[in-house]
């Protein structure tokens, strides 16, 4: 299997910071994707992490240790309309084009 | 918006019947991938298409079939429908097949319940 471990839920307030890790199976790994998907919606696409380190997106960040098999996204502002599912999807080249998907981590923003 | 259609929005069907869910990719992709979300499994990968071609295989039951058009669009075979194959279906695209990190872009999705 592919090892994929995200937390299940998490919460947050507006304007706050969260951190979203994902944790993985390091054979074979050559980099990790992250998408958005609002309940109901498609997965959107928000960051592809090959290097190790932190890339910023505006609000949003995504952090690879490709050592420790480990990714975060970060998510600074809150709003309410972050409130949504994140996937998690580490990329092997072995496995040509298909995405392994975590479960995601359903994020709630309160007011 | 991300490029990719999907048809139908929303599918009831019965059990045991077969139904058909249209993909077309954003202009100028080649790969097409089909995946399938239900509640208790999360999104499970398909099937893959390159410019016509198969070229990878997931947890696709053999009920399940798919093909890809010399248009490039592509459609998903469902047939002896089960209470269980209740989903929601992405269909993805991305330019390349080349074993390498492409970003996949997914079309909206068919809401499929079998009664």
């Known amino acids: 299997g592919q090892n994929i471990d995200q937390p299940t839920e998490m919460t947050a307030t507006e304007g706050a910071i969260v951190q979203i890790n994902c944790t993985y199976q390091?054979?074979?790994?050559?980099?990790l994707f992250w998408y958005q998907q609002h309940a109901g919606e498609a997965p959107t696409f928000l960051s592809y992490?090959?290097?190790?380190g932190l890339e910023e997106k505006g609000r949003f960040s995504s952090f690879l240790s490709r050592s420790k098999g480990y990714s975060y996204l970060l998510l600074k502002e809150l709003q309410m309309k972050d409130s949504a599912s994140y996937l998690c999807a580490p990329f092997r080249g072995s496995t040509l084009g298909r995405l392994y998907f975590g479960r995601g981590t359903q994020l709630t923003v309160w007011p | 918006d991300s490029g990719v259609t999907q048809t139908p929005k929303h599918l009831i069907t019965a059990t045991g019947q077969r139904v058909t869910l249209r993909c077309s990719p954003r202009s100028g992709d080649l790969s097409v991938y089909w995946y399938q979300q239900s509640l208790d499994q999360g999104l499970q990968f398909l099937i893959q298409y390159y410019n016509g071609e198969e070229r990878a295989k997931g947890n696709i039951l053999e009920r399940f079939s798919a093909q890809q058009f010399p248009d490039l669009h592509s459609e998903l075979n469902l047939s002896s429908l089960e209470l269980g194959d209740s989903a929601l279906y992405f269909c993805?695209?991305?330019?390349?097949?080349?074993?390498?990190?492409?970003?996949?872009?997914f079309g909206p999705g068919t809401r499929l319940t079998v009664l």
């Open positions: 993805a695209s991305s330019p390349l097949d080349r074993g390498a990190a492409d970003t996949q872009y």
């Open positions: 390091t054979s074979g790994f050559n980099g």
């Open positions: 992490n090959v290097l190790d």
